[in-house]
């Protein structure tokens, strides 16, 4: 190669040069006209909580009724007669001054059970309301007419029951007055399905006023009070939905 091309290829190496950083550079710059490409930051993996079941909201008790005013209040007609006063002791009550009728007496087509029932869960001093707020829950008479005069009951109807009183097949019982026991009380025949426990039945239907006086059917699980609060509590919105005013409270 002759010195003359030799020269000739340097000065193009010298000029090629630069035309080609000039080339090559740009791809590399970083300035506002060729961005660099933005990498995303990492993104944080949150793990998905575990859903926790909330405690359950206890059972709230239901609020007991109190009944002492059902066991206090006057029984209108009565000359101040409680139902306290009419179950302890149990007797019947007779004011010859006032209209017979129970709770003064009794007479044979009182409906004793309803009035019972009423004096013990209604507030018989409420207006409109009284002893007979509920008569009609039971049969509303006897299943044959009463006589007129005595013996007053209806005449015996045999077996099987024919009307009029000419029912034939009578079986009369002859046994002792001891072979007998006492199932329920006269005075207020409604208290002791109604109002007396278990336990206490056959004591109260057995039992006498000393006992009745002594209190021994009042207090505990079985007594008065309790039983006549259990039943408060559990009819007391069925009778005020009825359009009823209760005594208790």
């Given at each position: 190669?002759?010195?003359?091309?030799?020269?000739?290829?340097?000065?193009?190496?010298?000029?090629?040069?630069?035309?080609?950083?000039?080339?090559?550079?740009?791809?590399?710059?970083?300035?506002?006209?060729?961005?660099?490409?933005?990498?995303?930051?990492?993104?944080?993996?949150?793990?998905?909580?575990?859903?926790?079941?909330?405690?359950?909201?206890?059972?709230?008790?239901?609020?007991?009724?109190?009944?002492?005013?059902?066991?206090?209040?006057?029984?209108?007609?009565?000359?101040?007669?409680?139902?306290a006063?009419?179950?302890?002791?149990?007797?019947?009550?007779?004011?010859?001054?006032?209209?017979?009728?129970?709770?003064?007496?009794?007479?044979?087509?009182?409906?004793?059970?309803?009035?019972?029932?009423?004096?013990?869960?209604?507030?018989?001093?409420?207006?409109?309301?009284?002893?007979?707020?509920?008569?009609g829950?039971?049969?509303?008479?006897?299943?044959?007419?009463f006589?007129a005069?005595?013996?007053?009951?209806?005449?015996?109807?045999?077996?099987?029951?024919?009307?009029?009183?000419?029912?034939?097949?009578?079986?009369?019982?002859?046994?002792?007055?001891?072979?007998?026991?006492?199932?329920?009380?006269?005075?207020?025949?409604?208290?002791?399905?109604?109002?007396?426990?278990?336990?206490?039945?056959?004591?109260?239907?057995?039992?006498?006023?000393?006992?009745?006086?002594?209190?021994?059917?009042?207090?505990?699980?079985?007594?008065?009070?309790?039983?006549?609060?259990?039943?408060?509590?559990?009819?007391?919105?069925?009778?005020?939905?009825?359009?009823?005013?209760?005594c208790?409270?």
């Amino acid at each position: 190669m002759t010195a003359t091309k030799i020269a000739a290829m340097r000065r193009f190496v010298l000029v090629a040069t630069p035309l080609a950083l000039a080339l090559v550079l740009p791809a590399c710059s970083n300035s506002s006209d060729t961005p660099a490409a933005v990498v995303p930051p990492p993104v944080a993996v949150v793990p998905t909580p575990t859903p926790t079941t909330p405690a359950p909201t206890p059972t709230p008790s239901p609020a007991s009724r109190n009944v002492t005013a059902c066991l206090n209040q006057v029984i209108p007609g009565t000359n101040g007669a409680t139902p306290a006063s009419l179950v302890i002791p149990d007797t019947i009550k007779l004011d010859l001054s006032r209209p017979a009728g129970f709770p003064n007496g009794r007479r044979l087509p009182d409906q004793v059970i309803d009035i019972t029932l009423a004096i013990l869960f209604l507030d018989v001093n409420a207006p409109g309301q009284s002893a007979a707020s509920l008569l009609g829950v039971n049969p509303v008479a006897n299943d044959v007419p009463f006589l007129a005069s005595f013996p007053f009951v209806a005449p015996p109807q045999g077996t099987p029951p024919i009307a009029a009183g000419t029912g034939t097949s009578f079986n009369f019982r002859t046994d002792p007055f001891s072979s007998y026991v006492r199932v329920d009380r006269n005075g207020m025949p409604a208290v002791s399905p109604a109002v007396i426990g278990a336990t206490l039945k056959v004591p109260y239907n057995q039992g006498d006023l000393p006992q009745d006086i002594a209190g021994n059917f009042v207090g505990g699980p079985d007594g008065i009070v309790n039983q006549l609060t259990l039943l408060h509590n559990a009819l007391a919105d069925d009778l005020i939905a009825l359009g009823l005013r209760v005594c208790s409270t």
